[in-house]
């Protein structure tokens, strides 16, 4: 039997905070004591005093969870808020891993936590939950980290760590210690059922271009052109408000989507930063000789991709009840909705129900299988941007 609690506290007092969220989410528990806390707040906490609080509350049940850009619950979105969940299920084992420096090797910190999370499990887990620092290393380097371990088809789901927009410094938590430039991870094993939906909704404007020169996530030159021509091109701006104003500010209406194979959907990049020298950092890599296109993104489109990321999930649950749903949405997504937020969590509710326990945040990126697909041979997990990604637990 799978039971989940959601607790939520808005306290200024951090540790009050975080007492109250574990508390609230403990009290929905009946009948022993839950195996894991999930915790997603915001960084405007006094991270370990929160930390302090949830642990003083759970004690000793294994705490794991990160910063945000903006908390996600059954009641629907929020911000300045601490979300908790409590999953307590006699038929699934938990286990929790932990990898540090991602700035400095990001797929051994990838290898690393899935190595750590197996450690701590009676066998080999059938779905992992990814949560990676989201401003420092490479996230598509971290997600083939772990696919070192666990397969190259294995299906991972997650979100990179956020600090309420302000692009400085995230926070991941591990037990009791509240750490930056980590990951880390859940890994599930048991009798139970799952599925997940991952889908974004951007449409392609204007033609396709080729990446002629690149480095990583840093993108030099589109048709032998310097990169920020695209959006010169497009907006009418100089190249030098474009660099002065953070780019990422205004492009993430504005993403890059990139083709890649397993995907009738393009993968989406946001942009970040650009130079002097007219190139443009982005969230992730985009390798050389890739095809992109400019991407616009629509409100009723970004809603209906999360209703068919739902439906998509729904369905690879084959009839099992559901028990907890964890989404994974991109803060690019929450500013692109605006006052409509609440449609998109209430088209996943509408699909899943509205009482199942919900527990999500805003991210700095998303890990999920290409086109939600989870078939043991060809599952392509990946890092996506501006991604809706859910993943629902069932009997």
Same mark, same amino acid.
């Given at each position: 039997?799978?039971?989940?609690?959601?607790?939520?506290?808005?306290?200024?007092?951090?540790?009050? !905070?975080?007492?109250?969220?574990?508390?609230?989410?403990?009290?929905?528990?009946?009948?022993?004591?839950?195996?894991?806390?999930?915790?997603?707040?915001?960084?405007?906490?006094?991270?370990?005093?929160?930390?302090?609080?949830?642990?003083?509350?759970?004690?000793?049940?294994?705490?794991?969870?990160?910063?945000?850009?903006?908390?996600?619950?059954?009641?629907?979105?929020?911000?300045?808020?601490?979300?908790?969940?409590?999953?307590?299920?006699?038929?699934?084992?938990?286990?929790?891993?932990?990898?540090?420096?991602?700035?400095?090797?990001?797929?051994?910190?990838?290898?690393?936590?899935?190595?750590?999370?197996?450690?701590?499990?009676?066998?080999?887990?059938?779905?992992?939950?990814?949560?990676?620092?989201?401003?420092?290393?490479?996230?598509?380097?971290?997600?083939?980290?772990?696919?070192?371990?666990?397969?190259?088809?294995?299906?991972?789901?997650?979100?990179?760590?956020?600090?309420?927009?302000?692009?400085?410094?995230?926070?991941?938590?591990?037990?009791?210690?509240?750490?930056?430039?980590?990951?880390?991870?859940?890994?599930?094993?048991?009798?139970?059922?799952?599925?997940?939906?991952?889908?974004?909704?951007?449409?392609?404007?204007?033609?396709?271009?080729?990446?002629?020169?690149?480095?990583?996530?840093?993108?030099?030159?589109?048709?032998?052109?310097?990169?920020?021509?695209?959006?010169?091109?497009?907006?009418?701006?100089?190249?030098?408000?474009?660099?002065?104003?953070?780019?990422?500010?205004? !492009?993430?209406?504005?993403?890059?989507?990139?083709?890649?194979?397993?995907?009738?959907?393009?993968?989406?990049?946001?942009?970040?930063?650009?130079?002097?020298?007219?190139?443009?950092?982005?969230?992730?890599?985009?390798?050389?000789?890739?095809?992109?296109?400019?991407?616009?993104?629509?409100?009723?489109?970004?809603?209906?991709?999360?209703?068919?990321?739902?439906?998509? !999930?729904?369905?690879?649950?084959?009839?099992?009840?559901?028990?907890?749903?964890?989404?994974?949405?991109?803060?690019?997504?929450?500013?692109?909705?605006?006052?409509?937020?609440?449609?998109?969590?209430?088209?996943?509710?509408?699909?899943?129900?509205?009482?199942?326990?919900?527990?999500?945040?805003?991210?700095?990126?998303?890990?999920?299988?290409?086109?939600?697909?989870?078939?043991?041979?060809?599952?392509?997990?990946?890092?996506?941007?501006?991604?809706? !990604?859910?993943?629902?637990?069932?009997?």
């Amino acid at each position: 039997m799978i039971q989940a609690g959601i607790g939520q506290s808005k306290n200024n007092d951090s540790k009050k !905070a975080g007492q109250e969220a574990c508390q609230m989410a403990l009290n929905q528990i009946n009948n022993g004591v839950p195996e894991l806390i999930i915790a997603f707040a915001s960084a405007r906490f006094d991270q370990k005093q929160l930390l302090d609080g949830i642990i003083s509350a759970a004690g000793n049940i294994p705490v794991i969870g990160c910063s945000t850009s903006g908390e996600i619950t059954t009641q629907g979105p929020d911000k300045e808020s601490i979300a908790v969940m409590a999953i307590k299920a006699d038929n699934i084992d938990f286990g929790i891993g932990l990898g540090k420096g991602v700035k400095t090797d990001s797929r051994a910190a990838g290898r690393k936590v899935a190595e750590e999370m197996i450690k701590k499990m009676l066998q080999k887990p059938s779905m992992f939950i990814m949560l990676p620092d989201g401003l420092t290393g490479n996230g598509a380097e971290i997600v083939r980290g772990v696919q070192d371990i666990l397969g190259q088809h294995f299906p991972l789901m997650g979100g990179s760590a956020g600090d309420d927009f302000k692009f400085e410094k995230t926070f991941e938590y591990y037990q009791g210690e509240v750490l930056t430039d980590a990951v880390v991870g859940i890994g599930l094993s048991g009798k139970f059922s799952w599925g997940l939906g991952v889908q974004h909704g951007w449409e392609p404007i204007g033609l396709p271009m080729k990446v002629t020169k690149s480095e990583g996530a840093i993108l030099k030159e589109l048709n032998n052109k310097p990169a920020l021509r695209i959006y010169q091109d497009y907006f009418g701006r100089k190249a030098e408000e474009l660099i002065r104003e953070p780019i990422a500010r205004m !492009a993430y209406t504005y993403p890059l989507g990139m083709s890649v194979e397993g995907s009738s959907e393009l993968l989406i990049r946001d942009v970040v930063i650009a130079n002097d020298k007219g190139e443009i950092t982005c969230a992730a890599e985009i390798p050389q000789g890739s095809e992109i296109r400019l991407m616009l993104g629509d409100p009723e489109k970004a809603i209906q991709a999360a209703k068919e990321a739902a439906e998509n !999930a729904k369905s690879q649950l084959k009839g099992a009840k559901p028990k907890a749903i964890f989404v994974f949405d991109c803060i690019a997504r929450n500013k692109l909705l605006g006052p409509r937020i609440d449609e998109e969590i209430e088209a996943i509710q509408e699909v899943l129900g509205k009482d199942v326990p919900l527990i999500g945040f805003y991210t700095y990126g998303e890990q999920a299988p290409l086109g939600g697909n989870i078939d043991p041979q060809t599952c392509q997990a990946a890092f996506h941007n501006e991604t809706m !990604a859910l993943l629902i637990i069932g009997e």
